[in-house]
């Protein structure tokens, strides 16, 4: 039996090994080409470790094109949108969770509605009231369209649920109001719903790519997923510009990938805390 | 006047039947009034509302003369220990004390020095950075105390706050919160559904059933002078023995015997009650009992048996042996007896001659 068990344990660990390495694969791909000269790019077979490394593949890319700019864009507005979400859907959640009002569950079965709708049937109402707000061409008008948000809506209220009854009470009769009780006690207590949302939102609005396409048309309004992608159409000869265009990915990415170690600390520090403390 | 009124107070949770109806009570400054009754009859939903954690339906709740039926919690000066401690998981415990205080906006040097005092009386000083997950139920429990006294508040609600507790460790903590209550002279409310707790800490017990009073009264008074059947078989290790009394001809009796009542009641119909501690084998009186099993607390010793069907129990002060089946007499102490009426169920004042 054990050893059974055994060789089903490493059978599997291989497999998930393979997936996970064909699944990192592009982005090792990525981060190798673009230090390698522009014709080891296409050798066969791949060589991992570039012969020579071309760091001037970065400054010639931030030459080539304002990344520094996009990058700025996309941080910001990402920083600002995930901001105002997890701001909104927490007010919203607690409402949902902790008091009684008439058409309670209505309201969040609407809320859940809208979600089941598909986001590009939202873009032309969304365009025209952008346009009516002058805010087209805008980076403001690309954080408003985004400050609500159900999929954090739906997450934060389906755990603010999990909170006992006789903590919110607690809080009260320790004369918290309402708003005390929100930030000080439920959001504290969901710290992991919280950072989910936080690094679902983050990841899903710096790679948001359709709609700022169709918002934003100023080369320097562009967010770094739009720019990017600008950039590799307009390099024409393709095989002479990869080290550019995959210097240029790179720079897109590493934000992200920071975020996600930053964050992704946060998951086992908190998973840990929560079960030592029960 | 009293600090606390309630008046007509009426409680319907969303289309359900009343839990509370026609509530009146008025709790003196200072007293600890325990509302003692069975699971489910309405304790914890009256303290909720007295907290202002439930809305009241009808009637009006008087705090020192005011009207406190809308007024939020946090402007109510109450204090709660819940029945489930209810700590905040994600502070530790010097926080969870705290907290109240900090949302009345008090000096952080004040807040610390008013926990390290409550943290020193409760035996919390060790524990103060820890976080409620690493304490046992009752440290928890303590730390739910030392957030209440630690508020000083002019009303102290307890929602069986030693429910959760061993046997040995309610009985320290018991003695622990009448302390408390003696040197903070705090008016107290304390709701439980076990009578030991309600007998040893209150100066009134308010007992309830289905939401309404069934008696008011010291512990002396609900014990030796049960308003009525349920008081009377609900008060007391084992309850009050309870016997149909049987009416010819004007005359009362207990099985064959014949009692002789001081008062003249005409034919109203009669239960005899007595209690286990009152009652006593004495193999020359009429009453007979056939013994169904003994049980030997240490202490004490008590007869269990059925006395014409109905179960009876006496508390036995002798060493002498019973078998089961074995029918031996029951005497009682005249002076001790009640009397319910047998369709109301309410006491009725009658004496025995001797
Ligand atoms: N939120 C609620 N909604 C509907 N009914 C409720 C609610 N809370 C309590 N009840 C009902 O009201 C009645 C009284 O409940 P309550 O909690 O006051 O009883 P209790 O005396 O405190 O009981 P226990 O000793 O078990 O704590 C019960 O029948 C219960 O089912
Ligand atoms: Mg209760």
């Given amino acids: ?278 | 006047m009293d600090l606390i009124e309630l008046k007509r107070i009426n409680k319907q949770y969303e289309n359900k039947e009343k839990v509370i109806e026609d509530f009146d009570l008025n709790i003196k400054k200072g007293d600890f009034t325990v509302f003692l009754g069975p699971s489910g009859c309405g304790k914890s939903t009256l303290l909720r509302m007295i907290a202002g954690l439930e809305k009241i339906s009808a009637g009006e709740l008087l705090i020192n003369g005011e009207l406190q039926n809308d007024l939020p919690p946090k402007e109510r000066n109450i204090a709660m220990v819940f029945q489930n401690y209810a700590l905040y998981p994600h502070m530790s415990v010097e926080k969870n004390m705290g907290f109240g205080l900090k949302m009345r906006g008090i000096d952080k040097q004040i807040i610390k020095q008013k926990v390290t005092d409550a943290a020193k009386i409760l035996n919390l000083t060790d524990y103060l950075d820890k976080f409620p997950g690493n304490l046992s139920g009752g440290q928890q429990q303590r730390v739910a105390l030392g957030r209440a006294i630690v508020r000083e508040s002019e009303i102290y609600l307890m929602d069986e706050p030693l429910s959760n507790l061993d046997a040995k460790l309610r009985a320290v903590m018991r003695e622990e919160i009448v302390t408390l209550h003696k040197q903070m002279a705090a008016t107290t409310i304390y709701v439980t559904h076990d009578q030991t707790e309600a007998m040893t800490m209150a100066d009134r017990i308010v007992i309830l059933n289905h939401g309404d009073i069934q008696q008011i009264g010291t512990p002396k008074e609900v014990y030796q002078r049960p308003q009525n059947m349920f008081v009377a078989s609900f008060i007391g290790i084992p309850p009050m023995n309870l016997i149909p009394l049987k009416n010819h001809d004007g005359k009362y009796y207990l099985e064959n015997a014949e009692l002789s009542l001081k008062d003249d009641l005409g034919n109203q119909p009669l239960v005899f009650g007595i209690r286990p501690e009152d009652a006593f084998v004495d193999n020359a009186a009429p009453l007979k009992m056939k013994v169904t099993y003994i049980e030997d607390m240490g202490a004490d010793r008590y007869v269990h048996g059925l006395v014409n069907g109905t179960k009876f129990t006496l508390r036995d002060g002798s060493n002498n042996d019973y078998q089961v089946d074995q029918e031996i007499g029951v005497g009682f102490t005249a002076q001790q007896v009640s009397f319910f009426d047998q369709v109301s169920t309410n006491r009725v004042e009658a004496n025995l001659w001797k």
């Fill in chain 1, 1 to 278: 039996m054990k050893k059974v068990q055994k060789i089903q344990g490493w059978a599997l660990f291989i497999i998930l090994l393979i997936i996970g390495l064909l699944m990192v694969y592009p982005m090792i791909w990525m981060l190798v080409s673009s230090v390698k000269s522009a014709n080891e790019i296409l050798n066969q077979p791949l060589q991992l470790i570039p012969r020579s490394f071309h760091f001037d593949n970065f400054t010639n890319a931030l030459k080539a094109a304002p990344f520094m700019q996009w990058l700025w864009n996309s941080a910001w507005t990402t920083v600002v949108i995930v901001f105002m979400q997890l701001f909104f859907s927490s007010l919203i959640a607690y409402a949902l969770t902790q008091f009684k009002f008439m058409g309670r569950n209505v309201l969040f079965a609407i809320i859940l509605a809208t979600y089941m709708l598909p986001s590009a049937t939202t873009y032309i109402p969304s365009y025209v009231i952008l346009g009516k707000m002058h805010l087209i061409n805008s980076l403001i008008g690309l954080v408003i369209s985004n400050l609500a948000n159900v999929f954090v809506i739906f997450l934060l209220r389906q755990s603010f649920m999990s909170v006992p009854k006789g903590i919110i009470e607690a809080a009260r009769s320790d004369g918290a109001s309402e708003w005390t009780i929100l930030w000080q006690i439920v959001v504290p207590m969901n710290k992991n719903a919280v950072l989910n949302a936080t690094l679902i939102g983050f990841i899903t609005n710096f790679n948001g790519y359709l709609w700022p396409s169709l918002l934003l048309n100023d080369t320097k309004k562009q967010v770094i997923s739009v720019g990017l992608n600008s950039f590799s159409n307009t390099q024409g000869a393709f095989d002479q510009t990869f080290p550019i265009i995959m210097a240029g990915t790179t720079i897109a990415v590493v934000p992200l990938i920071i975020v996600y170690v930053i964050l992704q600390k946060y998951f086992v520090q908190s998973s840990k805390t929560s079960s030592i403390k029960g």
